[in-house]
């Protein structure tokens, strides 16, 4: 792996399949209404105070997105898997939402701007990473965010170092927050490493 670039793993993992059970995980289907709590409590620390256009990638069966539009942030969820989007639009009917099919690397999302792009769980399974940073970040308005859910597990993951640092050519301004010390996120007690990074644009 060359230096500076972030290690990544080639899954294969049929994300349609994964769907029927996705939500049984405590922090993906925030079912148990003290971790949607404790999830819904720190997305208010790392999403500005006034609903924007919010842009969820990798969004899943919608959850975050579901907290997000909760807030009164737009959504617009992406997933690659169209029975993750279809559960997706099920879970955030009659929020206003937009769930779209397609790749979280470079979504279909062509000549539209948003306040905050958030990603958990995604960034470590891409390809190319830094590429897709990069136009994320090209998707952003000016003082908009970058919000990255992220961590290292069973071996498979990103070090905040390593997305801290791909980070560096695009902003100074990344704040990093451990959540692996509330067990309230994940239905219990964690040893791994999990983390969030809020990364800031600078209004031009």
Avoid: Q
Wanted: with cysteine; net charge negative; hydrophobic share 45%.
């Amino acid at each position: 792996m060359a230096s500076g670039t972030i290690g990544t793993m080639n899954l294969d993992i049929d994300w349609d399949e994964a769907a029927a059970t996705f939500d049984e995980d405590p922090d993906h289907g925030l079912l148990d209404p003290l971790v949607r709590a404790a999830w819904d409590e720190h997305l208010a620390g790392w999403l500005p105070d006034r609903a924007g256009d919010l842009l969820d990638l990798g969004c899943g069966t919608g959850s975050l997105s579901l907290l997000a539009a909760g807030r009164g942030h737009r959504v617009t969820a992406v997933d690659l898997s169209p029975r993750m989007t279809e559960l997706a639009r099920a879970k955030l009917a009659g929020t206003g939402a937009e769930v779209l099919t397609g790749d979280a690397a470079k979504p279909p999302v062509e000549g539209r701007a948003f306040d905050v792009v958030l990603a958990r769980h995604v960034v470590w399974t891409l390809p190319d990473p830094e590429a897709a940073l990069r136009h994320w970040w090209s998707l952003l308005r000016p003082a908009g965010r970058l919000v990255l859910v992220e961590g290292v597990w069973g071996g498979a993951g990103i070090p905040a170092e390593r997305l801290l640092s791909a980070l560096a050519p695009l902003t100074a301004a990344a704040r990093y927050e451990r959540l692996s010390g509330d067990p309230r996120l994940w239905g219990r007690a964690v040893d791994d490493e999990r983390y969030v990074v809020v990364a800031a644009a600078v209004a031009g």
